[in-house]
């Protein structure tokens, strides 16, 4: 464990033993890199074996160290989870088992892409216990998926959820990704519409993110190939506003749709600010006010010499959080408790402030106030970006 974290121990187990955490392991493994990518992935599979063991180390040592915390949601991501071969992922969550109190547990959740798995994989991890899963569908649309460079096709994509459905997933999630060059943008809805009618209770609608540097901004800037407008994009998450919970799936998140109870439980707790922690190379963790990245160099983090970024947070800014995390949620923020709370902090002047500034939001409907539970409208959730500014 790194030194740092090691010293603040006494600061962080009380944190981890108030509330049941949410576990999150990285998996950094691809088969291929898409064009947009630039979380930490790799395709050298040669470093799989040293980063699983020490996974399992790290999953060993955190559980000592926290006094074998509750865990309430598991999140296998990636990368590819789907690469780790059956005896892999028995292996993983055998040590979770072994290192945490997973009696609260109320959703294991795994990604995968739709190239790389088949029924048997499917039921060897229902089997562990793993009940949701999130497939990259990204788009049914065979050009785009190759320009992206996905390594599946749109009938490979639907495949994987039926195959997911008679594993005996009864919580599946596709990703539908928005702005993609040359994206017909009516073709989002269709979509959207077609992988609703597969019966998949989770929907996540993500916007085409090139703000790092990756093959397919380089397309971009050298004028080869050209991103949808503003206008564009605006009018298709508008349409699937409207149409999606037509279909069931009803709005809970700026980018995420679900049927009722299929709310994605462990992503949510990172909108309500509750407690995580992430292992493996560059994943995140929160306890308490404290919050750190794991090292994103992936060779040094499986050799145990990368470098943890920490930071401790000011009353100020873990205040700004809740705000800044809880407007992305449709239901909102209660802002009686957040005056409380900065009341108690000796900071009413900046949850002041802050209030002027979204119930001049509110004359254009931005901004919905209901006695004082307060969200983003409809074109709020567009703007979001850009509100949310006041926070930081």
């Keep these: 464990m790194n030194p740092e ?23 950094p493994f691809c088969l ?44 296998l991501g990636g990368g590819t989870p789907s690469l780790l071969a059956p005896d892999e992922l028995a292996a993983l969550t055998a040590a979770v ?20 798995v088949d029924l048997a994989w499917l039921q ?26 996905r390594i599946h096709g749109a009938s490979q994509a639907l495949e994987s959820l039926d195959l997911a459905r008679r594993a005996g997933f009864q919580r599946r999630s596709a990703d539908l990704m ?29 916007l085409l993110d090139l703000d790092k540097a990756c093959p397919l901004r380089g397309e971009i800037d050298a004028g080869r190939l050209t991103l949808p407008t503003e206008d564009e994009v605006a009018d298709v998450f508008e349409s699937l506003q409207v149409e999606l919970p037509r279909l069931g799936l009803e709005p809970y998140e700026i980018s995420n749709y679900a049927h009722s109870g299929a709310e994605s439980i462990h992503n949510t707790r990172y909108w309500e600010r509750r407690p995580y922690l992430g292992l493996g190379p560059g994943a995140a963790s929160q306890l308490g ?3 750190w990245t794991e090292s994103g160099n992936i060779a040094l983090w499986a050799a145990g010499r990368g470098e943890v970024d920490l930071q401790e947070l000011n009353a100020a800014e873990a205040l700004a959080e809740i705000p800044l995390l809880g407007l992305r949620m449709h239901r909102g923020v209660d802002w009686a408790a957040l005056r409380d709370r900065a009341d108690t902090l000796d900071l009413r002047p900046t949850c002041d402030a802050w ?17 004082d539970q307060v969200r983003l409208g409809s074109r709020g959730m567009l703007m979001s970006n850009s509100i949310l500014q006041i926070f930081i």
């Design 289 to 291: 006010d404290f919050r």
């Design 178 to 206: 928005v702005g993609i060059p040359g994206q017909s943008l009516s073709k989002v809805v269709e979509d959207a519409r077609t992988l609703a009618a597969t019966g998949l209770e989770h929907l996540s609608i993500y």
């Design 355 to 371: 209030e002027r500034q979204l119930r001049a939001l509110a004359k254009n409907d931005l901004v919905l106030w209901e006695a």
């Design 5 to 27: 974290l090691q010293s603040r121990l006494p600061l962080l187990r009380p944190a981890a033993q108030s509330d049941p955490l949410g576990l999150y392991l990285h998996i």
């Design 124 to 149: 060897d991890a229902r089997r562990l216990g793993w009940d949701r899963i999130s497939l990259g569908v990204q788009a049914l649309d065979d050009t785009l998926l190759s320009r992206l460079g």
């Design 32 to 75: 291929d890199r898409c064009t947009y990518c630039s979380f930490t992935t790799t395709r050298d599979r040669s470093l799989q074996p040293d980063t699983l063991a020490r996974l399992i180390d790290d999953l060993a040592a955190w559980g000592a160290a926290l006094d074998r915390p509750a865990v309430d949601t598991l999140y």
């Design 97 to 116: 088992r072994a290192a945490f109190d997973m009696a609260p547990l109320v959703e294991a959740t795994l990604e995968a892409n739709p190239g790389t």
